[in-house]
Nanobody
Framework: QVQLVESGGGFVQAGDSLRLSCVASGLSSYAVGWFRQAPGKEREWVATVVSGGARDYGDSVKGRFTIWRENDKNTVYLQMNSLKPEDTAVYYC?????????WGQGTQVTVSS
């Protein structure tokens, strides 16, 4: 059983930064991604980091967000800079292990204008 635990959300002003963390043991061989879901909207892919460290980002966050992993800490991070009100959402950590999808409980990010 894979457990993903997110932390780091909060309430910030537009232009501020936040760093989210996703802790999960045993995932060094798997890709881990961040998704987000705003009220009334579908869940949106934000970023992914694969086991070798290569990264990819959704267009709406490219250039502002950075994802990376520290396998010795069993942690995947999402650094979010230049936050905008439209970044307000619940952010979820996600992975797929042997065909089974796993999600964390989510962490709320609220960006005020």
């Amino acid at each position: 059983q894979v457990q993903l635990v997110e932390s780091g959300g909060g309430f910030v002003q537009a232009g501020d930064s936040l760093r989210l963390s996703c802790v999960a043991s045993g995932l060094s061989s798997y890709a881990v991604g961040w998704f987000r879901q705003a009220p009334g909207k579908e869940r949106e892919w934000v970023a992914t980091v694969v086991s070798g460290g290569a990264r990819d980002y959704g267009d709406s966050v490219k250039g502002r967000f950075t994802i990376w992993r520290e396998n010795d800490k069993n942690t995947v991070y999402l650094q979010m800079n230049s936050l905008k009100p439209e970044d307000t959402a619940v952010y979820y950590c996600h992975t797929v292990v042997r065909g089974t999808k796993y999600w964390g409980q989510g962490t709320q990010v609220t960006v005020s204008s």
